[in-house]
């Protein structure tokens, strides 16, 4: 059964932090590039951070650029996102997801979805 599992999420002051994390099994974490995703009430679903099968490369959206950092333990079949300087606008639900495509991918090639993980940011 493949699955990813969301945690970390929760209630967080302005200009705190928070690190969220992606636990996957049932497939070769090393094969997939890994993304985190945000949807608010009032957007779409979007691309926050994406990280290479190693590690080796990632790309952010320009709203998070400086504030969020994403990481993989591969050994632990884990995804990191650690968020400071949080703001209210960062309020969402978060998920992760794997896609075989790599990190240029578009949404519609993430294969799997975690369930999601709800961050709220306070002001």
């Known amino acids: 059964q493949v699955q990813l599992v969301e945690s970390g999420g929760g209630s967080v002051q302005a200009v705190g932090a928070m690190r969220l994390a992606c636990a996957a099994s049932?497939?070769?974490?090393?094969?997939?590039?890994t993304g985190w995703f945000r949807h608010a009430s009032w957007l779409d679903r979007v691309l926050v951070a994406v990280v290479t099968w190693n590690g080796a490369y990632t790309r952010y959206a320009d709203s998070v650029k400086g504030r969020f950092t994403i990481f993989r333990d591969n050994a632990k079949s884990t995804v990191y996102l650690q968020m400071k300087s949080l703001n209210t606008e960062d309020t969402a639900v978060y998920f992760c997801?794997?896609?075989?495509?790599?990190?240029?991918?578009?949404?519609?090639?993430?294969?799997?979805w975690g369930q999601g993980t709800q961050v709220t940011v306070s002001s």
């Open positions: 997801a794997a896609s075989r495509a790599g990190i240029g991918a578009p949404r519609s090639s993430y294969d799997y």
């Open positions: 049932g497939f070769h974490v090393c094969s997939y590039a």
